[in-house]
């Protein structure tokens, strides 16, 4: 199986700081391709980086055999690179349907055309009604998005990122501030998504990183220490000292 999107040296300078040094991941549809580090590791960094948010100082992005290095974000989300934010960015006025219709306008070709034609709004609806249904939140569809639980707030975010209909998902820590029930939700999701997508999944959860990635990078200070299946990470002894400490991940 060959790689959606291939990262290969990717690299950020903010001035003197190197947040994200020489990258080189890939990520596969079907697979959950974890990255873990400590805080301020360089995570949300390549994250922005792979949707276009921001430059890269160095290095290659390719998605789908195609050099997206140099694309705004508008045109990587286009091509199918969608995500999620470490900090909650629903409209919280508005509803559930109306977060999702939103996110998918934005990510049609000519956005501010949408008022002119029923046609494009029907669409981006479809792809809202299709969204919610994929995150389980149909029910919901009609409620302000501002009163939802915690849980639902980050489930209502993936289904933003869905409505986009990406291949590629970029998720920074979906799971934070959840309890084990949203949590076991949103497994239950990103298992459901998996096998169309290929998802990038940022997150400090061990316990749910080591359920659910297939492959795991582990980085420290910018750089990648280890890449591997979630054996061959428990089992590296630089990933023990470095990030995982003494805890066990049985
Ligand atoms: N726009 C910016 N300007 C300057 N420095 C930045 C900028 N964005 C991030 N950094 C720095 O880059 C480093 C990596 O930050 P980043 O947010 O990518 O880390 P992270 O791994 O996502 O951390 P966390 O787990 O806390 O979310 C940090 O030292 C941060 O202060
Ligand atoms: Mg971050």
Not at 164 to 185: I, Q
Not at 218 to 240: H, K, L, S
Request: aromatic letters at 4%; hydrophobic letters at 45%; charged letters at 20%.
């Amino acid at each position: 199986m060959s790689a959606l999107m291939q990262v290969s040296g990717l690299t950020r300078r903010f001035g003197g700081l190197v947040a994200v040094n020489a990258v080189t991941l890939d990520l596969r549809v079907g697979e959950v391709h974890a990255v873990i580090g400590t805080n301020g590791a360089g995570k949300s960094t390549l994250i922005n980086m792979l949707s276009g948010e921001i430059a890269a100082s160095e290095g290659r992005i390719v998605l789908d055999g195609a050099d997206i290095t140099a694309r705004p974000q508008a045109r990587r989300a286009l091509a199918g690179v969608g995500r999620s934010y470490q900090r909650t960015t629903i409209f919280p006025e508005f509803t559930v349907h109306e977060n999702c219709r939103l996110a998918a306008q934005a990510a049609t070709p000519r956005p501010w055309a949408i008022w002119q034609s029923a046609r494009a709004c029907a669409t981006s609806g479809g792809a809202a009604d299709a969204a919610l249904e994929a995150t389980g939140l149909t029910a919901l569809a009609t409620r302000t998005a501002g009163t939802l639980s915690h849980g639902a707030k980050r489930q209502l975010e993936v289904a933003m990122c869905l409505a986009t209909k990406p291949r590629v998902l970029l998720l920074d820590e979906p799971l934070a501030g959840m309890g084990a029930e949203e949590t076991e939700r949103m497994l239950g999701l990103l298992e459901r998504l998996k096998p169309a997508h290929a998802i990038l999944l940022v997150e400090h959860d061990m316990d749910a990183v080591f359920r659910i990635a297939e492959r795991i990078t582990v980085m420290v200070n910018g750089a990648v220490i280890a890449t591997g299946n979630p054996d061959e990470i428990r089992n590296d002894p630089q990933v023990r000292s470095a990030y995982l400490g003494e805890e066990e991940h049985a």
